[in-house]
T-cell receptor
Framework: DTAVSQTPKYLVTQMGNDKSIKCEQN?????MYWYKQDSKKFLKIMFS???????INETVPNRFSPKSPDKAHLNLHINSLELGDSAVYFC???????????FGQGTRLTVV | QQQVKQSPQSLIVQKGGIPIINCAYE??????FPWYQQFPGKGPALLIA?????SEKKEGRFTISFNKSAKQFSLHIMDSQPGDSATYFC???????????FGRGTSLIVHP
């Protein structure tokens, strides 16, 4: 069983579209994250969600919004996609801020 | 955003060599320092982590050295193997903060 799963694995879409990436964890963790990894492998934290508290990295455009229907899911919605949004997006979860984070396999988003 | 500076950006060693990756931080509130390993097409996975109350931690061939006064920590890989070829990230987080900060990554290649 996959601990952190995200779908789709690949997403190709046109500029201006709105898209969502889904993430589910079956570890019973309280904290979930979204990361963006650019072409140079830099991992940038976008959001963390802990016990219904959303912590936002202030550099993330408000076109990006996380939605958590329940503790096991944290989906990422992106509005008005831009070319610069092309990257690999990783979902992750952890039991606490100072414990191991488990990452999903990533979603490669390509905006054309 | 708080930064963790990681070097070198890339590293090439022969099998059996001891690659060393260094990280430096500024925020003295950081108190959890994990290292993640990422293979192509996969999400990062925790390799080893340390807290500032110890100066060294060893797990198998991987060792973290921590220098609290210098605000530096490093990863040593003993008897490196071609299977260790991957990208390595250091990270840091502070008590109660759910926004971990990652270094920019080191691409390690171990030649047979």
């Amino acid at each position: 069983d996959t601990a952190v799963s995200q779908t789709p694995k690949y997403l190709v879409t046109q500029m201006g579209n709105d898209k969502s990436i889904k993430c589910e964890q079956n570890l019973g963790h309280d904290t979930m994250y979204w990361y963006k990894q650019d072409s140079k492998k830099f991992l940038k934290i976008m959001f963390s969600y802990n016990n219904k508290e959303l912590i936002i990295n202030e550099t993330v455009p408000n076109r990006f919004s996380p939605k958590s229907p329940d503790k096991a899911h944290l989906n990422l919605h992106i509005n008005s996609l831009e070319l610069g949004d092309s990257a690999v997006y990783f979902c992750a979860s952890s039991r606490n801020w100072d414990t191991e984070a488990f990452f999903g396999q990533g979603t490669r988003l390509t905006v054309v | 955003q708080q930064q963790v500076k990681q070097s070198p950006q890339s590293l090439i060693v022969q099998k059996g060599g001891i690659p060393i990756i260094n990280c430096a931080y500024e925020n003295t509130a950081f108190d959890y320092f994990p290292w993640y390993q990422q293979f192509p097409g996969k999400g990062p996975a925790l390799l080893i982590a340390i807290r500032p109350d110890v100066s060294e931690k060893k797990e198998g061939r991987f060792t973290i050295s921590f220098n609290k006064s210098a605000k530096q920590f490093s990863l040593h890989i003993m008897d490196s193997q071609p299977g260790d070829s991957a990208t390595y990230f250091c990270a840091a987080s502070s008590g109660g903060s759910y926004i971990p900060t990652f270094g920019r990554g080191t691409s390690l290649i171990v030649h047979p």
